[in-house]
């Protein structure tokens, strides 16, 4: 067999940029965000006892899975004070509870905490609180963030490869099935078939192995802990990827089935005579292996066989959507279907990319890909956009939330940039249909009748070796009339010029290969996508910040009595924040049928008579409604007592007191 030019190195190329926008992907994701914030804590943060609390609760946005080391309680010594298991505090899944020790001395206490949300994505954080007089502490507040430990570094570096890995062995066997079943004769494709399952197994064992180290933020060594491994397993992240490594075992058993059950199918297509390249190019005879569609008998009996392998594809999605953002948030019945059928078709048009590039350019100098097996590809691709595109707007939407998401969060960036990324795709997409539609062209017009003693119809060889020079449409004997085909008239095959057909299938060959590039950034920003706090959690989570930081409020009731009828009624004042320094008031005075009463006048005076300071005016002005005071200045800590003389009619009028603590400010 005469050999062949090589081809030029165009695969190394794009295996180079692609690892070089991997390596910028990887390189540039920063800490994945979860879904789950801190709402609310007993004892709040930065708060002052008078009296030891016997436990600690956390209350959050979602719900979360607790393990043993989730709460802990530091005394000023930075000795451990909590006893106990964590638990949920009255069953309620979004909070997190732990006992105190009995006698807890004064002094200033550290609470540190991480759980993991429902997102599967762990959280973390630490605050203080005060029993008696605050003291200095040894204990240190955490201030990693939960990614920052090499179990975190790893569990999501092997979250881009599993997903590497679902879109081969997914992609690769749908392509295979659906658009070249004489495609499981090539050894390429076998292997990469087997590569995508043997990356999502391995991927998978190892994300199992470190889900404990990741969740409780230990070293890598805790890999090791059977007890940590039996509580990652019962939990629903490593529920998850336990079911992922069954369904994958059960792929691996039947992988050589179906093999060898498409090998039957291949083995009995009805095979072409072989065209011989001496009749066309005067060289040494050399045969070439056509790779053609199976019967319809054939293709009708691998319909169970499909349906098994859908399972499998279906089972293998729901073990992402239902450990994912899919499982959190709003609309989750929906949300998770959804997600699965994102999944899913991401795997069928990546991955079915790949194998095509493959085919388009590690095919055997032997072997043809039929041009309709990629104009089948081409149909499939288009229906799996037009699924990506459909889930991936509701998707958007229910993590998103508003336009101005998309440009304010770290998550509608990234959404923003895969739109972006997908419209390059399909643009380089539309111009692989297109060289395409123009190659099954060539093909139809090659398979033409002519007036020959013997007619030989030919596909298109787009294998790896092959030259110009070989692409012929049909074969005659040297007694027939010269054939319209006949590769003696035709201009396009002198030497040195490249023909029709050939200049057809580099142009595909080029546009598969962009559009597969373009589609592993796509897949590694999906990937980011599933580590970052949806837009809409991030914009719960800036609220309850907003909140906790608010300076809090003293509220003091001060009940008074003129003894007459009617006279009697209550002045509710609030003092913001509560604590040394300029605080601003506000006074409502109730009535007897506890309405807003209004009143011609009420003054407000604070007295510390330890420390003989006072009375201190707070020159209340009337607001209409309310009295109010836009600045009193309070300027030690400790217990005040706050006078109130209310006036209701001209000559009736009574002064009332009630004492209140004012805490120093935080530090």
Request: hydrophobic share 45%; proline share 8%; glycine share 8%.
């Amino acid at each position: 067999m005469p050999s062949a030019p090589r081809r030029p190195r165009t695969p190394l190329t794009a295996l180079l940029l692609v690892g070089t926008v991997l390596t910028f992907l990887l390189g540039g994701a920063g800490p994945a965000s979860a879904h789950a914030s801190l709402t609310r804590s007993e004892p709040a943060d930065a708060s002052v006892l008078k009296t030891a609390p016997s436990q600690v609760t956390l209350a959050f946005t979602e719900s979360v899975s607790l393990s043993d080391g989730s709460l802990r309680v530091l005394s000023p010594k930075n000795e451990r004070v909590d006893r106990g298991t964590v638990t949920h505090a009255g069953g309620k899944a979004d909070t997190a509870r732990v006992m105190l020790s009995g006698k807890l001395p004064e002094g200033t206490y550290t609470v540190a905490w991480r759980v993991v949300s429902s997102d599967s994505h762990p959280i973390s954080g630490a605050f203080t609180f005060s029993i008696g007089t605050p003291s200095a502490t040894t204990a240190a507040l955490p201030t990693k963030s939960p990614d920052d430990t090499a179990a975190s570094r790893l569990y999501n570096l092997f979250r881009y490869v599993a997903y590497g890995g679902l879109a081969l062995l997914i992609g690769v066997a749908v392509f295979v099935l659906v658009c070249w079943p004489g495609g499981v004769g090539l050894r390429p494709l076998r292997k990469l078939l087997l590569a995508g399952w043997a990356t999502l197994f391995a991927s998978t064992a190892i994300l199992l192995v470190l889900r404990g180290p990741y969740e409780t933020g230990r070293g890598l060594t805790a890999v090791f802990d059977l007890t940590l491994m039996g509580g990652t397993v019962t939990g629903r992240a490593g529920m998850a990827l336990a079911a992922r490594l069954l369904l994958l075992a059960a792929v691996g058993v039947l992988l050589p089935l179906f093999t060898a059950r498409l090998h039957r199918t291949a083995d009995s297509m009805r095979p072409y005579a072989p065209v011989s390249a001496a009749s066309l190019t005067g060289t040494s005879p050399s045969s070439r292996v056509v790779a053609t569609d199976p019967p319809p008998g054939e293709a009708r009996s691998g319909i169970g066989m499909r349906g098994l392998g859908a399972l499998f594809a279906v089972g293998l999605a729901l073990t992402w959507a239902a450990a994912e953002h899919a499982s959190a948030g709003i609309q989750v019945p929906l949300a998770i279907p959804v997600a699965v059928l994102h999944l899913l078709a991401m795997a069928v048009w990546l991955g079915g990319l790949v194998a095509l590039a493959l085919a388009l350019y590690r095919a055997p100098a032997d072997t043809v890909l039929p041009a309709a097996a990629v104009a089948r590809f081409s149909r499939l691709a288009f229906s799996a956009v037009a699924v990506l595109v459909a889930t991936g707007v509701y998707q958007s939407w229910r993590q998103v939330g508003s336009w101005d998401a998309l440009s304010a969060t770290e998550y509608g960036k990234l959404l923003t940039l895969k739109v972006a990324a997908v419209v390059l795709v399909l643009t380089a997409a539309a111009f692989s249909r297109s060289w395409t539609a123009q190659l099954s062209d060539k093909q139809q017009q090659a398979e033409a009748p002519v007036v020959a003693p013997q007619r030989l119809p030919v596909a298109q060889r787009v294998g790896a070796g092959g030259s110009s020079d070989s692409d012929t449409v049909e074969g005659t004997d040297s007694a027939g009339p010269p054939s319209p085909c006949d590769p003696a008239d035709s201009p396009a095959l002198l030497p040195g010029s490249p023909s029709a057909t050939e200049r057809h299938r580099r142009g595909l060959r080029r546009s598969v290969a962009i559009e597969a590039v373009l589609g592993v950034v796509v897949l590694a920003i999906t990937t980011m996508l599933t580590g970052t706090q949806p837009s809409r959690a991030a914009a719960q989570s800036a609220a309850v910040a907003a909140a906790a930081q608010q300076p809090p409020a003293k509220v003091v009731m001060v009940p008074f009595d003129l003894g007459t009828p009617n006279g009697h009624g209550t002045v509710q004042i609030t003092f913001a924040p509560g604590q040394v320094g300029d605080n601003t008031v506000e006074a409502v005075v109730y009535g007897p049928d506890a309405g807003i009463s209004t009143v011609p006048e009420l003054r407000l005076t604070l007295t510390q008579r330890a420390q003989k300071i006072g009375p201190l005016d707070a020159k209340l002005a009337d607001r209409k409604g309310y009295w109010a005071a836009d600045r009193l200045r309070i300027p030690l800590p400790g217990t005040w007592t706050v006078n109130v003389t209310v006036r209701v009619t001209e000559i009736d009028q009574v002064t009332v007191s009630k004492t209140m603590t004012i805490q120093p400010p935080p530090n």
